[in-house]
């Protein structure tokens, strides 16, 4: 069974190799899902699927997220993704205990679950809580699970590269002094700088590090972006293609009445798009199931060759083996709104101070392995810096998760997001402080609203830095405070009524169980840690030194 050491870290008991197991979170943004769990050294490849596929709106997932299946059925997403992390679980554990010969337990295991940088808080806690629901971790033993970020988990893996298990794309000439054997953190000197370009199925992730030797830990020098530009992207293309073959009504039509083989065609397609390259000259055949020109024929009175034959889409043909036949600029062209939006990112990046000195970009994720997109960052950003693909690009991300769940503090210090903050009263200033705002109470002028700022956007916090608040019940006999916590993308915030802050969470202090007789003026010192890949918060009673409950929520409020 696991023990704690007195800083509260899990930790796996005695005689026991601690058991990290890597799970892409990516994989259940989209499904059906394909995916390969790494568990130390032991290689799990669990699969899930469904005949319906999903979609997410993945940067605003709540419990109350509902998802929609092709043919317009609904779900919350919360049990999906429950489901499909239970079901790793289960494999996982089936597969160490196969391999080691001996039952492996769940309170054996560290679990990782990664997540796209730019998702928020509430998305991650949403995360943590489906883990919780499946059985990996739970709040009492919350530091069994860690969430980590899929670029930084990227970017420490890339960092253990030896050169002969990379790809590289660019122009740029190679460092002098060291051989293929080497890895690549041999090319780094103290304060170079790099770019990981995590580019997967629905996001890509941006981030900006920087090398600190001779521990080799990493600091992130400009806060995670990125947006929709995954290859999602060329799927959504290809609808739009087949609407304006085939009429956007069949489309939204044949998706609910024949879920399972639009599934079935969006599978073939995906296997051609793999195919799509610069130098391809022949044609790419997708597929059509007997279902869709079945029903077609049916829902139109007339043939899928006719409806190709009456579009204007001269670059998509008819095949007579039941295909459509592509030309390979036909295909390219589907890539290119994608392309084009993942490549003006990053220059808008590389115009940032932190970005211009950068000395290797890595691409990494399933989109990466795309010959296309490879050429677009090589043609945009090869003169600038060396652009490194590892091999095995596809299992970067998981590979870098074990190695942080065996170090998550490997990256010292983060850029914040957002600047976060409470509501508070202060002293009104005559002059400073706008006439709406004040508030007279027992003869005393207050100044309301004022945003109390724990930290600014894209403010530098290093891993374990505190933040101090201290806080005081209304009157002596209460037992709960709740303080509503605000965000904003802007650092200048002054009020909580200022344009573009929002209430965001709670913070809730439970006063039960200090024990002890109430002094007539209680005091409950917060401390707040916001270095990490998710805000954390502890609290304490100045009277009694007492631990208090305390618990920071981003769903629920």
């Given at each position: 069974?696991?023990?704690?050491?007195?800083?509260?870290?899990?930790?796996p008991s005695e005689g026991l190799p601690e058991v990290v197991l890597g799970l892409l979170g990516r994989a259940l943004r989209t499904l059906p899902v394909s995916t390969v769990s790494t568990c130390d050294r032991h290689t799990l490849v669990p699969t899930v699927s469904t005949r319906d596929r999903l979609s997410v709106k993945i940067l605003d997932l709540t419990l109350d997220t509902d998802l929609t299946a092709a043919n317009g059925k609904k779900i919350k997403a919360l049990e999906i993704f429950a489901y499909a992390l239970q079901y790793f679980k289960e494999q996982a554990l089936k597969e160490l205990s196969d391999q080691a010969g001996s039952e492996f337990e769940n309170s054996d295991v560290r679990w990782v679950i990664t997540v796209p940088a730019i998702w928020k808080q509430p998305a991650k806690q949403f995360m943590r809580q489906a883990a919780y629901q499946a059985g990996l971790a739970s709040p009492e033993n919350a530091e069994q699970l860690i969430i980590a970020l899929e670029p930084e988990a990227a970017s420490i893996y890339c960092r253990k590269?030896?050169?002969?298990?990379?790809?590289?794309?660019?122009?740029?000439?190679?460092?002098n002094g060291y051989s293929s054997r080497d890895t690549v953190g041999a090319g780094f000197a103290q304060g170079d700088k790099y770019v990981v370009v995590d580019?997967?199925?629905?996001?890509?992730?941006?981030?900006?590090?920087?090398?600190?030797?001779?521990?080799?830990?990493?600091?992130?020098?400009?806060?995670?972006?990125?947006?929709p530009y995954g290859s999602l992207g060329v799927d959504y293309e290809f609808e739009k293609l087949l609407c304006k073959i085939f009429g956007e009504d069949f489309i939204e039509q044949f998706k609910i009445k024949r879920p399972a083989a639009w599934v079935d065609l969006m599978i073939a397609f995906e296997s051609r798009k793999r195919a799509a390259a610069p130098d391809r000259t022949n044609p790419l055949n997708i597929t059509l199931p007997f279902s869709f020109i079945d029903y077609y024929k049916k829902f139109r009175g007339h043939s899928v060759e006719h409806a190709l034959r009456k579009s204007n889409v001269d670059f998509v043909k008819w095949s007579s083996q039941g295909m459509l036949r592509m030309s390979p600029d036909a295909m390219n062209a589907l890539f290119k709104p994608t392309i084009d939006s993942i490549i003006e990112h990053l220059r808008d990046l590389f115009q940032k101070p932190e970005v211009s000195t950068v000395k290797f970009l890595f691409l990494v994720g399933g989109f990466a392995e795309a010959p296309l997109l490879q050429q677009a960052v090589q043609a945009a950003f090869g003169d600038k810096c060396r652009i490194i693909i590892p091999q095995d690009v596809g299992l970067t991300i998981l590979k870098g998760a074990v190695l942080f769940g065996l170090d998550p503090a490997v990256i010292k210090v983060r850029r914040s997001p957002l600047t976060y903050g409470v509501g508070v009263l202060n002293r009104y200033v005559e002059g400073k402080h706008p006439p709406e705002k004040l508030l007279v109470k027992d003869g005393t002028r207050w100044c309301t609203d004022v945003f109390d700022k724990f930290i600014a956007a894209d403010q530098s916090v290093a891993l374990g830095e505190l933040v101090k608040r201290s806080y005081t019940p209304a009157k002596p006999s209460q037992l709960v405070i709740v303080i509503n916590v605000y965000s904003s993308e802007r650092d200048n915030v002054s009020f909580i009524t200022d344009p573009g802050v929002r209430k965001c969470g709670t913070l809730r202090l439970d006063l039960t169980g200090?024990?002890?007789?109430?002094?007539?003026?209680?005091?409950?010192?917060?401390?707040?840690?916001?270095?990490?890949?998710?805000?954390?918060?502890?609290?304490?009673?100045?009277?009694?030194?007492?631990?208090v409950k305390v618990g920071i929520d981003f769903l629920n409020y």
């Open positions: 069974m696991p023990e704690r050491k007195q800083s509260g870290e899990w930790q590269l030896r050169l002969h298990q990379m790809i590289e794309l660019s122009s740029k000439a190679a460092v580019s997967g199925g629905g996001t890509v992730d941006l981030t900006v590090h920087q090398i600190r030797l001779p521990e080799g830990h990493l600091k992130e020098l400009y806060k995670a972006t990125g947006g200090t024990g002890g007789t109430a002094p007539a003026r209680r005091e409950i010192q917060t401390l707040m840690q916001f270095g990490d890949t998710e805000i954390k918060a502890m609290a304490i009673d100045v009277a009694t030194s007492k631990s």
